[in-house]
Every structure is written in structure tokens, then in C-alpha cells.
């Protein structure tokens, strides 16, 4: 029989989901440069067995054999979910199927258990903030989390051991390492994931937050990434991301057709960078969605380098505007850059998207065709106008 390795991530506690080391993007949006887990975990209590979350597509087989291998499945009494999206609950038909568990969700969670994974009416209990499960010597408590980061989610609380499994809040797609310090670049990954899932759902993540921080904890476990057995640090870099806390920092994006948008950015960056100002150069052509999504998080500024096409604004450009509008980043300020051939438009375009964003336009400039002296000019008073904004 297959024989799987299984991390006792704390007494009688085995992470049992499953590492996709091949997904290359999720949400058919942003890419994954290490892949992705779906961390699911079984807790071994004196008098009952529960199952914290399942995994995603193509991994049923999988959990299905590292619970065998640690318990008959036919003991495991309860399986806990904390959040019904695909990536935790395509595994629920599957567990269902070859268990007797009753599945554990908030009242939203079980019409979707039903509806999304199948899950039979007369095995769903319905929990409420603050109910608890006895495992035996075991005791979960549930917290209703909602739009952390579907309406129905919540976390569970192992009490005994502090241990919080928190789903996607505290989530990083990585496939490779159990613990924090098994991944190199962790913040940065915790950071991207961050921006993509959480960032738009700030609101939340501050109720959320609170929750957490009413918690005495010794590990937290998401189910997206490694465990953290010293939650002091990523703690801290969650309260400083929901507050939208922003550096001295610019995200410049851009495109370029002949070069004149890009002489237009590269007077504006270096003029930025001459007064301070970190900035981060993305031409989208090249760039990394992942790591724009990370910028974000903390940028106090974005500055928009936009040629015209046909009288409109460049397609690409419109298409990051509108990401950066539905991630909703705690970014103050713009300036928009434009080239143009032999017609306007694209600017008033821009201007409006990010107005629509709420986010002060510092000032928008357009020039026809590549930027001449008096352009240099303008683009470095911009700069200086921007930075001043910024301090
Ligand atoms: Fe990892 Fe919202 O699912």
C-alpha cells in the first residue's frame, strides 16, 4: 500500500493535505511561481477524530490515503469546514462518501456544502460564533470569520493547544516546506497572497483581526502555505497590511509602443527616485502580476505610463487599472504619463478609473508623440508635486 509522509505538526495533529507543485495560476488571474498547498489537518482527540478543511481537484485520493493511514476512516466522526471554495472543499464528496462524518460549517457554509461538494442535509451541523466540539481532551472552538474570504468562513480554535486554524487568512501559496522557516521568501509570498485574496476585503480582515488578537496562540495553521509555530511575525505584518499602512513607495506601471511613453516614465522614475521616492518599474508586457499584487500593499503612489491606441487607452493598461481597482490598495495618489500619435483620449479614460478608485490624481499629463524639453520639464514638476503629496 502507498505509504505518504505526514507532518505531526503537534501532538495528534497531522497535516494531511496535499502540495500542488505544478500550479502554475490561480484563479485563472495570478501566477504561481512555487505552486500551491491545500493544507488540511487531522486531529486525533481522546473520544473522537475531526478533520480540519480537505484539499482542491485531483488530491482526493490522496487525503483519502494519509487518513487511512493514521486512522480507520470509519472512525473519523467530524469533518470541520471552515470555508467551502473548490481549493478546500472539492474533497468533501469524497470523504463523505467513504466516512460517517458529519460535516461542521456556519449556517452560509452548509447550503453551500450542499450545493458545491454535495454534502447530505441530514450529516451538516450548523455552528454558531463561539460553539465548541469535544474531541476528547481536544476542544475546538468555532469563530465565524465571514468574507475571510467567502461569507461563510470561519476559523477553529483548538483550545488546549492554541493552535488556530485560520483557512486563507494568514495564507501564502507556496507547495514546499511544513513550517515558516522552511520557505525562503515567505513574506514576500504571504504578502502577494495577501493582496490578491485579503487586500480587497479589508473591512473584514479588521474584524477578523480583532478575533485573532482576543486569541492566546502558540501556531497557526492555514491551510495555504507553511505553519507558523511562531505566529509573532506574520501577526505583525497582518496588522500593518489591514491597516493599510504605505511607505514612501510608487508602483509605476506601464506600456510603450515607440519609446515615447517610456522616455516619458524614465524622466518621472528617476525624478521620483531623485526625491526620495522608492519606486517599482513594471512594464506590463514583462511583468509578474503576482508581484505588482505584492507592491500594492504598501505603496503610497502609482503612476500610470499610458499610450494611446486607436483614441483609446492602451488595452493592457486598462486591464491593470481595473485589477488594482477590484484589489482596492490603500494607494493615495497618481499621475498619469501619455503619449499620443495623432489623437487624444486615453488620459480622460484614465483619470476616470482611477477617480472611480477614489485615489487623488496628482496630474495627468499627455504629450504628443516623444516628450521634447518643455515635456521634460512638466514630467519633473509632476514628479516634484507627487513627491510632496507623498512625504
Ligand atoms: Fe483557499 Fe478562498 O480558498
Redesign the pocket.
Known amino acids: 500500500m502507498k505509504s505518504y509522509f505526514i507532518p505531526e505538526i503537534s501532538k495528534n495533529i497531522f497535516a494531511v493535505g496535499a502540495k500542488d507543485y505544478n500550479r502554475t495560476i490561480f484563479d485563472a488571474l495570478i501566477p504561481l511561481p512555487r505552486g500551491t498547498s491545500f493544507n488540511s489537518y487531522l486531529v486525533k482527540g481522546d473520544a473522537r477524530n475531526a478533520l480540519i478543511d480537505s484539499v482542491g481537484p485531483g488530491f482526493e485520493n490522496e487525503i483519502m490515503g494519509k487518513i487511512s493511514q493514521l486512522i480507520d476512516p470509519s472512525k473519523l466522526d467530524c469533518l470541520i469546514m471552515n470555508?467551502a471554495?473548490p481549493?478546500?472543499g472539492t474533497a468533501i464528496k469524497t470523504i463523505m462518501s467513504n466516512t460517517n462524518a458529519t460535516l461542521y460549517a456556519t449556517e452560509k457554509g452548509a447550503s453551500m456544502a450542499a450545493r458545491f461538494h454535495g454534502a447530505p442535509a441530514d450529516r451538516i451541523k450548523i455552528i454558531k460564533d463561539g460553539d465548541k466540539l469535544d474531541l476528547g481532551g481536544k476542544t475546538l472552538r468555532f469563530i465565524e470569520a465571514p468574507w475571510l474570504?467567502?461569507p461563510e468562513t470561519m476559523f477553529t480554535y483548538l483550545e488546549e493547544q492554541k493552535i488556530l486554524f485560520s483557512?486563507?487568512f494568514f495564507?501564502a501559496h507556496v507547495a514546499y516546506g511544513t513550517y515558516e522557516n522552511d520557505v525562503e521568501n515567505l513574506n514576500s509570498l504571504a504578502k502577494s497572497y495577501f493582496s490578491e485574496?485579503m487586500m480587497p476585503l479589508r473591512a473584514f480582515c479588521k474584524k477578523g483581526i480583532e478575533k485573532v488578537n482576543a486569541l492566546e496562540l502558540s501556531m497557526i495553521a492555514p491551510?495555504?502555505g507553511p505553519v507558523y509555530r511562531d505566529p509573532a511575525k506574520i501577526l505583525g505584518h497582518y496588522r500593518d497590511w489591514i491597516a493599510g499602512e504605505t511607505k514612501k513607495k510608487a508602483v509605476v506601471i506601464y506600456v510603450t509602443m515607440w519609446n515615447s511613453t517610456e522616455e516619458m516614465v524614465k524622466i518621472m522614475v528617476e525624478s521620483l527616485e531623485t526625491n526620495g521616492i522608492e519606486v517599482k518599474l513594471y512594464n506590463i508586457i514583462n511583468a509578474e502580476t503576482d508581484l505588482l499584487a505584492e507592491d500594492l500593499v504598501d505603496s503610497r503612489a502609482v503612476v500610470v505610463g499610458a499610450p494611446t491606441v486607436l483614441g483609446s487607452l492602451h488595452p493592457l493598461i486598462m486591464y491593470n487599472l481595473n485589477l488594482i481597482k477590484l484589489l482596492k490598495p490603500p494607494i493615495k495618489y497618481a499621475a498619469i504619463l501619455n503619449s499620443y500619435g495623432w489623437g487624444k483620449g486615453a488620459v480622460k479614460q484614465a483619470v476616470e478609473i482611477r477617480e472611480s478608485a477614489k485615489i487623488e490624481i496628482v496630474g495627468a499629463l499627455e504629450v504628443n508623440g516623444p516628450p521634447l524639453a518643455d515635456d521634460q520639464k512638466s514630467i519633473i514638476d509632476l514628479a516634484s508635486q507627487l513627491s510632496v503629496k507623498m512625504a
Do not use: A, R, V
Request: with cysteine; glycine share 8%; net charge negative.
Open positions: 470555508h471554495e481549493d478546500h474570504h467567502w483557512c486563507d495564507g485574496i491551510s495555504h
